[in-house]
């Protein structure tokens, strides 16, 4: 059946798809410096937008522990990592529905992003505004973030799946996650001497504004993409509002079974991967006494090896298809908690987080093609929130319950557990042909 594509909100037969392999497979400098028609002046868009954001999420790596030199409480500081996944669990499919009604979600993604970053400069500016309850405002600051945060979460995906198309999803996503990791590891380095430079809160101050350069060239970049207008096809409901949009898009799922069997078989696999994050610095630091330059070895490995495995996965894909690098990439990752627990020797913690790096940048790659693979042309945005609906609740909920369980049940057999959903998960995707060509 032949690809079609929506101009002026008609389809019309697809007829520059002969040429789709020449653009996706572009060297990145000749996409970056000599971009040849529109789809890849949009792929040049989304890897410099990374930079941006790069810059941002690297100054953001610092928001905690601003926070706690201004005072901040234990509470506080869980608000801030807890926050976002609990306006994704309320917000994520009201989101999706209203993209979906959105012909262009451009806009949104593009605005919503800009006010996230703009947070870190808001943040930056309080302790020239506020001369008390300096960490409280600064929470209010993100609280109100979390909802075009969760606009964002849902907006990109429909973008990214509509600059790349079927054929590029992979090559434009490890190239826009490397160029992103790179960045977030350049701009660490940097924020890290200049915090030496200039006295408390000052430094973090001026970092944070700083930020600022982040957000513009991603506002300038995200907002230049321009992509057909979405396919809407079916009318929501007459009665019932959002709620009754929701009920009917849960009975839709329902019936496609690809996309269902893809949510059930990740949403499993990520509680493995979830539950395992408080854990592992806890045992890091706790069992094994690593230091503060081991556990910055320990995260920098896995960092680096997943930029360069970004790319070796997108060329495993194009050989043995996602479903291969899905099984495979799961498969590896379900033992990283394992590994962990049975280690004495913070020697070992880097090699063990590189192979993690490795194996769980084939997983990310490949959730992110499944997740468009497997939704509907027609109001994707709607599928894609109720997606992200499950990633979030995943997020939320497993890393407090592994919290709640380290003095009950210990941290070893915890880890044992994450390990085994993990292997659940996989066996789910191999049992249910998640990424099987129908």
Same mark, same amino acid.
């Given at each position: 059946m032949a690809q079609q594509t929506l101009v002026q909100g008609r389809a019309q037969p697809?007829?520059?798809?002969?040429?789709?392999?020449?653009?996706?497979?572009?060297?990145?400098?000749?996409?970056?410096?000599?971009?040849?028609?529109?789809?890849?002046?949009?792929?040049?868009?989304?890897?410099?937008?990374?930079?941006g954001v790069g810059i941002t999420a690297g100054v953001g790596s610092f928001l905690s522990v601003f926070l706690v030199r201004l005072g901040a409480s234990s509470f506080l500081i869980g608000l801030l990592t807890a926050m976002p996944a609990l306006t994704g669990m309320l917000l994520a499919m009201p989101v999706g529905e209203f993209l979906a009604r959105r012909p262009n979600v451009v806009p949104w993604f593009a605005r919503s992003r800009f006010w996230v970053l703009s947070s870190y400069v808001l943040t930056g500016l309080v302790p020239f505004i506020f001369k008390s309850n300096q960490p409280e405002i600064i929470i209010l600051i993100w609280a109100l973030a979390t909802v075009p945060q969760t606009v964002v979460s849902v907006a990109f995906t429909v973008v990214m799946g509509g600059v790349a198309g079927p054929r590029g999803r992979l090559t434009l996503m490890s190239r826009r996650w490397s160029t992103l990791g790179l960045t977030n590891s350049l701009t660490v380095v940097i924020v890290g001497q200049l915090l030496n430079l200039f006295n408390f809160p000052l430094n973090y101050q001026i970092v944070f504004i700083g930020s600022a350069i982040g957000a513009f060239i991603s506002v300038v970049f995200s907002s230049s993409l321009k992509l057909p207008p979405q396919q809407i096809t079916q009318a929501p409901p007459k009665q019932g509002g959002v709620f009754g949009s929701l009920?009917?898009? #849960?009975?839709? !799922? =329902?019936?496609?079974?690809? @996309?269902?069997?893809?949510?059930?078989?990740?949403?499993?696999?990520?509680?493995?991967?979830?539950?395992a994050m408080p854990l592992l610095p806890i045992y890091w630091v706790k069992q094994v006494g690593?230091?503060?330059?081991?556990?910055?070895?320990?995260?920098?490995? #896995?960092?680096? !090896? =997943?930029?360069?495995?970004? @790319?070796?996965?997108?060329k495993v894909s194009g050989k043995r298809g996602p479903r291969f690098v899905l099984l495979l990439a799961a498969f590896g990752t379900?033992?990283?908690?394992?590994?962990?627990?049975?280690t004495r020797t913070p020697l070992l913690l880097p090699l063990w987080a590189g192979m993690h790096g490795f194996f769980f940048a084939g997983v990310d790659l490949v959730f992110f093609e499944m997740v468009l693979a497997t939704s509907p042309a027609e109001n994707q945005a709607s599928y894609i929130g109720f997606y992200h609906t499950t990633v979030y609740v995943a997020t939320f909920v497993a890393p407090l319950i592994g919290s709640a369980l380290v003095d009950a049940i210990g941290l070893i057999p915890l880890l044992v557990i994450a390990t085994l959903l993990r292997l659940t998960g996989t066996g789910l995707m191999l049992w249910l042909g998640v990424g099987r060509q129908e």
């Open positions: 697809n007829v520059r798809h002969m040429n789709d392999h020449t653009a996706h497979d572009a060297p990145l400098w000749d996409v970056l410096l000599r971009p040849q028609g529109q789809e890849q002046i949009n792929q040049r868009n989304v890897v410099i937008d990374a930079v009920r009917e898009r #849960g009975r839709d !799922v =329902a019936r496609r079974r690809p @996309f269902l069997n893809f949510i059930i078989a990740q949403f499993v696999f990520r509680w493995g991967l979830t539950l690593a230091s503060d330059p081991q556990i910055s070895a320990i995260n920098s490995a #896995g960092t680096f !090896v =997943a930029m360069i495995a970004y @790319f070796v996965w997108t379900s033992f990283y908690p394992l590994l962990t627990a049975l």
